[in-house]
């Protein structure tokens, strides 16, 4: 009735875990894994029953597209590696789908812990996550590379209990986490055919920092709320910088070659 699905890059420090928290939840168990993977993702991942699939990166949503084909359960659950169901929510997706429900699909909410503390503000929480996706009326929207969302036909619907994300634990790997995130989204605002505007590299971290920080409560979370509000802000900027950059060397390549 249930496939869990776990998109992989070198997860070899969470993916036990992940895979130990729906174990007897899941009828199939696949690991999508990113073939440039250089860890022991794979081997940890067959050692609790995963069918491992190694193939190359495609980008978010056509791995979660990938990740459809692949199961054959009517119902798939969506992992991250550093992801795990509590048992709590195990109960609950028990009894949901026994239940035979008629909704498309359920948001989970999450838990977010970053640097060892729990978040309750800046977005972070109650953080609904869908995830849980009736496999005939999911897709996902390949044209959108970071931050990829189903689209269903049907109707969406909310679990009680939750998921539990170890987000972040060094700085470093924050830094190259938002970094990640921010050249996707330039990808995605340049095919959307969005321009850098000066007034962008202001107004947008800003925003982004008061939205988190104000609106959402960031404060509520202390330096760490602080730092992770202000990391975010500074990523818009980011983002727009790399922006203009294809925009610039799409003009450089449009000279040399007369196209783009």
């Not at 619907?157 to 995130?181: A, C, G």
Request: with cysteine; net charge neutral; hydrophobic share 40%.
């Amino acid at each position: 009735m249930l496939a869990v699905v776990i998109i992989a890059r070198d997860e070899e420090a969470y993916i036990e875990t992940c895979l130990s928290s729906v174990s007897g939840l899941a009828d199939e168990l696949i690991v999508l894994l990113d073939d440039r993977t250089t860890d022991r993702t794979a081997e940890r991942a067959q050692r609790h029953g995963a069918r491992v699939v190694c193939e190359a990166w495609r980008g978010f949503p056509a791995q979660r597209n990938r990740g459809l084909e692949l199961a054959s359960a009517p119902w798939v659950l969506f992992l991250d590696a550093d992801e795990l169901v509590t048992p709590a929510l195990a109960d609950e997706l028990v009894a949901t789908l026994q239940n035979k429900p008629t909704a498309a699909g359920f948001r989970l909410p999450r838990y977010n812990r970053f640097f060892g503390q729990i978040l309750q503000g800046g977005g972070w929480y109650p953080d609904h996550q869908l995830r849980l996706l009736r496999r005939s009326a999911a897709h996902f929207d390949e044209s959108r590379l970071v931050h990829e969302a189903a689209s269903l036909d049907g109707a969406i619907t909310s679990t009680h209990e939750h998921l539990w994300h170890e987000n972040i634990e060094r700085l470093d790997e924050l830094w190259h986490k938002q970094s990640r995130y921010a050249l996707a989204e330039a990808q995605t605002l340049y095919r959307q055919g969005r321009i850098m505007r000066w007034r962008n590299l202001l107004g947008a971290p800003a925003r982004e920092f008061w939205r988190r920080y104000g609106q959402l409560g960031g404060w509520r979370d202390g330096p760490v709320g602080f730092l992770l509000c202000a990391t975010m802000a500074w990523h818009e900027l980011v983002t727009f910088l790399l922006l203009w950059s294809l925009h610039n060397a799409c003009g450089i390549k449009k000279k040399e070659d007369h196209v783009c």
